[in-house]
Nanobody, 122 residues
């Protein structure tokens, strides 16, 4: 069994910063992709940023220049540093990973975290 556990959400003022963390644990053979998505009320879930092994980092236009994704492969952890936050960044942020498990090392499985609320408001 694999779990993604997120932390770091909360309330920030416009122009402020937050740092999200997501740690993957369990029966992990390897991880190809780790990233962040978000879903605002009444809207579809959308990509924020993701890291793919041996590929360039991908950012949504909404976060370019303000958000930075990074990854600690040794700890199976991904981070999202969010600066210059705007009210429109308010959403539930979900960690996402594509993982090959020890039980099925040839089958990529998609996992989601439980979500962490980010609210940007004065």
């Amino acid at each position: 069994q694999v779990q993604l556990v997120e932390s770091g959400g909360g309330l920030a003022q416009p122009g402020g910063s937050l740092r999200l963390s997501c740690a993957a644990s369990g029966s992990i053979a390897s991880i190809t992709t780790m990233g962040w998505y978000r879903q605002a009320p009444g809207k579809e879930r959308e990509l924020v940023a993701r890291t793919i092994s041996n590929a360039p980092i991908q950012y949504a236009d909404s976060g370019k220049g303000r958000f930075t994704i990074s990854r600690d492969n040794a700890k199976n952890t991904v981070f999202l540093q969010m600066n210059s936050l705007k009210p429109e960044d308010t959403a539930v942020y979900y960690c996402n990973a594509i993982i090959f498990t020890l039980e099925r090392p040839l089958v990529p499985m998609i996992y989601w975290g439980q979500g962490t609320q980010v609210t940007v408001s004065s």
